[in-house]
């Protein structure tokens, strides 16, 4: 089992900054992908960013000139930067990671919210 906490959520402005981190523990030497994903108000969650471990990052194209991914392997854990940040950003934001047996877990979330 595989547990992930986030932190580093909460309320910015238009423009403004915010850094997402998440840390694994548990049985984490099977994990091989971490991420994030966003659920915004009334959507579907949805991809944000994923990074394997030793690979490369990948960012989906509607904030990949604002999101950065990154990741580290020694201690498990994932970093969202998001700057520029927009009030479509405003989402609950998950972090993931998936195991070599194709097992996904979840964080509990942590809410961002862009005012305006």
């Known amino acids: 089992q595989v547990h992930l906490v986030e932190s580093g959520g909460g309320l910015v402005q238009t423009g403004g900054s915010l850094r997402l981190s998440c840390t694994a523990s548990g049985i984490i030497f099977s994990i091989n992908v971490m991420g994030w994903f966003r659920q915004p108000p009334g959507k579907q969650r949805e991809l944000v960013a994923l990074?394997?471990?030793?690979?490369?990052?990948n960012v989906v194209d509607s904030v990949k000139d604002r999101f950065t991914i990154s990741g580290d392997n020694a201690k498990y854990t994932v970093s969202l930067q998001m700057n520029s940040l927009k009030p479509e950003d405003t989402a609950v934001y998950y972090c993931y990671a998936n195991d070599t047996s194709g097992f996904r877990y979840w964080g509990q979330g942590t809410q961002v919210t862009v005012s305006s």
């Open positions: 990074i394997p471990r030793g690979g490369s990052a």
